[in-house]
Nanobody
């Protein structure tokens, strides 16, 4: 079993900043890809940013220039620094990790419970 626990959500003014963190725990051999998705009311879940263990970053166009994703592979954590936040950034943000629990086994998606980010005008 793998658990992902998010923290750092909250209420922030438009133009403000927020930092989200996620920690993975459990039976983990490796985490190939790790990052953040979000889901706003009435909308589908969408990519925010992910990062592989090798350092490759994948950012949504809507957040490029405003967010920075980072990982600590030794601690199995990922953080998302969000700046210049807009009201349409309001969503539940979910941590995602592609985790192999044993050597030479397929890796599966695991999800956190989500943390609410609300950006006021």
């Amino acid at each position: 079993q793998v658990q992902l626990v998010e923290s750092g959500g909250g209420l922030v003014q438009s133009g403000g900043s927020l930092r989200l963190s996620c920690a993975a725990s459990g039976t983990i051999f490796s985490i190939n890809n790790m990052g953040w998705y979000r889901q706003a009311p009435g909308k589908q879940r969408e990519l925010v940013a992910t990062m592989t263990s090798g350092g490759y970053r994948n950012l949504a166009d809507s957040v490029k220039g405003r967010v920075t994703i980072s990982r600590d592979n030794t601690k199995n954590t990922v953080s998302l620094q969000m700046n210049s936040l807009k009201p349409d950034d309001t969503a539940v943000y979910y941590c995602n990790a592609v985790v192999a629990t044993m050597k030479d086994t397929v890796a599966y998606d695991f999800w956190g419970q989500g943390t609410q980010v609300t950006v006021s005008s």
